[in-house]
């Protein structure tokens, strides 16, 4: 079984937490989906009752100081969870969380995915540091070409 690593904010149930769990209940067969929330909540709680394996880790903001100096150390245990787990691809549902995302896909040498699901600015794709993920989801047009103004080559860029 191919396991992959998913990345959410957990809390209440939206628009991106709606889309991730409609994802990890349909995986095809061979992949089984682990789920990190950063924080508990309902929607940690519809995984869980799904029988979704979830755990909850309080990953600090990657850019903000002074949270952002102890990013390492959160880093480092989500790359241990993911290591002990034999994560083989690492997907973030949540732009917010790409610098965990590029950080355990470079410690473990495993591809990763963004799913950018807001508009964004250029200069927020180089902020967000998307150019470190394998691939990205774009949810819209808009999306896609502002990835491509912010730098993001068009072949990395999946539009759905």
């Known amino acids: 079984m191919k396991r992959i690593l998913y990345l959410s ?12 769990y409609y994802v990890v209940r349909n995986l095809n067969h061979g992949y089984e989906p682990i789920v990190v929330c950063r924080s508990d909540g309902q929607f940690f709680g519809r995984l869980r009752d799904c029988g979704i394996a979830t755990s909850v880790f309080p990953l600090r903001p990657w850019r903000k100081f002074p949270a952002g100096l102890y990013r390492y150390l959160d880093a480092e245990r989500l790359v241990k969870f993911a290591r002990r787990h034999k994560v083989v691809l690492v997907h973030s549902s949540d732009l917010w969380l790409s610098g965990y995302l590029n950080w355990v896909a470079r410690r473990l040498k495993i591809p990763s995915v963004l799913h950018v699901r807001t508009p964004i600015r ?3 794709v180089r902020k967000h540091h998307c150019n470190g993920a394998m691939s990205i989801i774009a949810i819209s047009q808009r999306v896609r070409r502002n990835l491509i103004s912010g730098g993001i080559n068009p072949e990395k860029i999946t539009l759905i």
Do not use: A, F, Y
């Open 9 to 20: 904010r957990g809390g209440t149930i939206g628009g991106s937490q709606r889309q991730l």
């Open 122 to 124: 250029p200069e927020e």
